[in-house]
């Protein structure tokens, strides 16, 4: 399974940005999730959302992103408002599939001025 993200970015605090990543391989995708990582930390769990729907957050950033899913096009959305400059990271989602198999993306950077 391939992952390709886009949509990463620079914006001012308080703008929104929304990243997509597409997994490819014909394969049926069970939980997809986002990860990030900031310059010089561990990367670290974002959201995730299984195949029905139920999604997880982060507490540092529920209530301004949003995860969603297209199973038809094995796509995972990341809806990011009020971004803030600890926000910046690069973004990573990742799928799970068959037993127990995991496929990371390249990751998209995003960048949050203040």
């Known amino acids: 399974v391939q992952l390709q993200a886009s949509g990463g970015g620079s914006v001012q605090a308080g703008g929104s940005l929304r990243l997509s990543c597409a997994a490819s391989g014909g394969v049926r995708i069970n939980n997809m999730a986002w990860h990030r990582q900031p310059s010089g930390h561990e990367r670290e769990f974002v959201a995730d959302?299984?195949?029905?729907?139920?999604?997880a957050y982060a507490d540092s950033v529920k209530g301004r992103f949003t995860v969603s899913r297209d199973n038809v096009k094995n796509t995972i959305y990341l809806q990011m408002n009020n971004l803030n400059p600890e926000d910046s990271a690069v973004y990573y989602c990742?799928?799970?599939?068959?037993?127990?198999?995991?496929?990371w993306g390249r990751g998209t950077q995003v960048t949050v001025s203040s």
């Open positions: 959302i299984t195949r029905d729907g139920n999604e």
């Open positions: 990742n799928a799970d599939y068959g037993y127990g198999q995991r496929s």
